[in-house]
């Protein structure tokens, strides 16, 4: 078996680990025995790009447990949990000399370069096979295929240019050499019967994918399950925004001031969390509705300019760029923590911040760097800018994560066993699955579910077995 990761001997610690979550991720472990028998990943040859962890483990032999063959990435280079990517190599019924699961290629730490050949490594099958499957986190798999794959139809790589940001280099230095004669990506987009991607920043490139005529295979977005966006992005980062905190900083966060760009989902999750810890959370939005939740849930909401100099902590949760610029930074207090929790690192400008005159970084731990400005002054920069609950701690809990799962698992068998029901667009699961996955975590946590009567579903319009809401219900 190929694969490359960073220590297999944390097997066996890795092993431990899985096994305390699979008792914590229900959703999956039933997903596993209802579908024991019918087997329905049978033939599926999923290649995955998620964040590598002990709760991705948990997913992985579920989608193998189905079934599939599976070969898997980090989709973020400071992600993995090296305990988590070697239990999986190892398996269940493996040793470290006899590794006998699955080919996983990503450790905590890549370089930009590692992050792409680790992407490329796992959507190469062997014997010159392709995968049918992405299981996608932020789009990148999809964007590689992509990428080949127009170019090679182009019969050239563009150049990257001057303007171009660093990674976009690296990529197009990968594509230079792989795009070829073979027709390596045109293979291996056409094999692809489907990708199913997990967060609100793939998502919206899929949409704009497909809104240009550009989308090559259909996609399930999972992240709008609301078993997903609704508990994930917000109750697992109102979980782990803390935990990243903590392990990077220990920093008393009560009474400090903490500015939450952005007040989605994961915004949400984040100012409750800092509001609970005692900060004094200032919320920054650039739409109204938003905005004016954020007011009606106590917090003030301000510019980042207003505040920029009297905050202790920053969070960016936009998904968008430039939220942190180097002229915010160099303007911000002494020792003031910045980190985004958003997909990609570009939230917080840090070439610019790189690039400002008399800067110097001083690291202080891996994950943790302060930059102290020419006047002396310095802040504290988290996971390079890059999500901090995965780079500086271990992401989300498994229970929350058992419900994004389980929607992954369900769109993967929706899109690989009913292809031809899926021409190529961007569809969301039906809503009654997105209820069975709620269903599915209510016992663990000891909830009874009232029934309702023939006539009341009769007099609110549902069957009693559910779906409960209309589509266009918010919750
Ligand atoms: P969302 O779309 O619900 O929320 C983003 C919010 O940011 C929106 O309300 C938008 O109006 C606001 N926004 C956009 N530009 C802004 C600006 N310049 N200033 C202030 N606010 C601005 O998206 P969601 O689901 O909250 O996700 C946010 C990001 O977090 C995405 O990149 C997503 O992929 C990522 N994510 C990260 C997770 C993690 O574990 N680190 C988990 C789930 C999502």
Redo the contacts with the bound molecule.
Sequence with gaps: MDFKVADLSLADFGRKEIRLAEHEMPGLMSVRKEYAASQPLRGAKIMGSLHMTIQTAVLIETLVALGAEVRWVSCNIFSTQDHAAAAVVVGPNGTVDDPQGVPVFAWKGETLEEYWWCTEQALTWPDGDAPNMILDD?GDATLLVHKGAEYEKAGAVPPATAEDPEEWHVIIDLLTRTVGADKKWTRIAESIKGVTEE????VHRLYEMHKNGQLLFPAINV?DSVTK?KF??KY??RH?VIDGLNRATDVLIGGKVAVV???????KGCADALRGQGARVIV????PI?ALQAAMDGFQVTTLEEVVGIADIFVT????FN?ITAEHMAKMKHQAIVSN????DNEIDMAGLSRTEGIVRNTIKPQVDEWVFADGHSIIVLAEGR?M??GCAT??PSFVMSNSFTNQVIAQIELFAKTSEYPIGVYTLPKHLDEKVARLHLDALGVKLTELSKEQAAYIGVHVEGPYKSDHYRY
């Design positions: 932020g967060t609100t920043t793939g992240n966006s994930d992005n697992g980062c782990s760009c952005g007040y989605g989902d994961v915004g920054t939005e650039i739409d938003c949760c936009t998904g968008n939220i929790i958003g997909h990609f999500l609950n995965l992401g989300h």
